[in-house]
């Protein structure tokens, strides 16, 4: 409840702001500042999770599903030549330059499609991005040679850029962002489970080949796209628009008013209570050019994409390689076994999810000791899967459930970390903009896997004892570089330190006035660490 004032819950929005409007003119022009207890805070974050999270989850999930599908097409059915690569008449050359091309689009569109997002509704071009991703799903269904295929993955890339980063984004819309890294992790955990449940359930698609003249393969394209479209349009209906003070009514304009609405996140006190708690975010300044040339050229920028590229092209290289890497263990193994040995990479990925980011929310200081340690066991999963004995493969297997295992909370704290940096830094535009380079250009690691090593390294890719060995030994070089730069960065931030810039419009993030001497209630908070403090066996009954 409110500290020193009268309870809130049977006034309206409007007579709530009203009344802090009188407070205000009667103590003079400072602002009011109302503390709640961090129980009713936390309650109201609780109920913003119920409304966000699953859909992200969701919609995370099919489109990951349909961004990696690729890679299980290239062994689905291939005991009778029903695999992407015989039907098609592929060599490892067009899937690598297929694969790639994603990326590449990926990258050049992925900050104009943030910016964007930052402009417009965010609700709306979160659900365009999902029901784009399906109609080029589905499309995946009829391709009939290797242009058709490099032409598709190029425009998947095209459509679903700035997904991720947006949903970084959005996040900051609604939480501090010392709170998003729990948030992130929630959702991301969507992208271990599809990894883990599409490679289940291909098996099933495998039993479906040739029914209704299909091959297998061909019912996982088109299912998983047509179930994003059906999503896509749901997401408008679901998603809440950024929030508005307590008592100001949402206009409805332009394309807008054809779209239909969507409920408000929060009614009552609960609103005054997040406004109150995140004033930052309920008075956005307007963005230039000469701004977003500010946030481009800060050189937190650079660590921050060197951690992501080696831990993504990591990521990337075992989804779409993992069941060829598996095969290449014991190359008697069926289409169905690879798929469900193929499984519990990601179930242990999620397991280091849902245990890592909370804890790493909860000392959002030592971000890059939680990130390093993670890098460590991936890099000790790759040692074990390229020198354990060929004699027992099951050693190497164990090795990728290592790999598994530590890229988990990677991408979620190194995401968390740039929206923390960026929104205290340049404000709404440096989250936008930041966090859509570090995922696309951190993405480069995505291309570097699949077009230059692994089946695009073809020397290195010949069955034998030293598949993939040579690439293997690269990744590990790359993520040793990803440890570097989170302790140069770590570093870098003690001795300059991370003050609000004053080059810009939109740089005072935690304030609402333009002074850097009021912080909302977030902010406040954020000055120190939680700890383990008020977890469940140290709440007071």
Known sequence: MAHGSAPAEDKTPAEITADHDVATREEGPQLVQTEYDIERIEAVYRKLDLRIIPAFWILYFLCSAIRSNIGLAQTMNADVGHDLMTMLGLSSNDISTALALFYVSYVIFDCPSNLVMSRLSPRVWMARIVFAVGVIGACFTVVQAAWSLKLLRFLLGVVIAGMWPGMSYYLTLFYPP????KRIGQYFTAAQVS???????SAGFQLMDGVGGLVGFQWMFLIYGLLAVLLGWTLLWWLPERPLPPGVERSRSGFMKWLPPTPEA?????????????????YPRPWTLKDLGFVLVDWRLWPLTLMYFG?????????????????????????????LLFAPIWIMDLIAILLVTPISDRFHRLRPLFFSCAVCIQIAGLLT????????????????????????PTVPICMT????????????????????????LGNLGSITTTYALYTGWPADAASGPYQYRRSNLVMIGILCVSILS????????????????????????????????????????????????????????
């Open 178 to 181: 010392s709170r998003t890294g």
């Open 417 to 440: 970390w740039t929206n923390e940096i960026f929104q205290h830094r340049h404000g709404e535009v440096g989250v936008a903009a930041a966090s859509a380079l570090v995922s696309g």
């Open 266 to 282: 929060l009614t009552g006190e609960d609103a005054l209570i997040h406004y109150e708690d995140l004033k930052r975010v309920y």
């Open 486 to 541: 989170s302790i140069v960065m770590f570093v870098a931030l003690k001795v300059v330190g991370n003050k609000p810039s004053h080059k810009i419009s939109s740089s005072a993030a935690s304030t609402t006035d333009g002074s850097d001497g009021f912080q909302d209630g977030a902010a406040r908070r954020e000055l120190q660490q939680r700890g383990f403090g008020r977890m469940w066996w140290s709440k007071r009954t």
């Open 311 to 339: 831990v993504v092209g990591v990521g990337i290289g075992t989804q779409l390689y993992g069941t060829v890497i598996i095969r290449g263990i014991n190359p008697s193994f069926t289409g169905v076994q690879l798929s």
């Open 195 to 201: 990894a883990a449940v599409v490679g289940l359930v």
């Open 385 to 408: 899967v390229t020198f354990a004995p060929t004699s027992n493969p099951w050693a190497r297997y164990g090795g990728l459930l290592m790999v598994g295992f530590g890229l988990g």
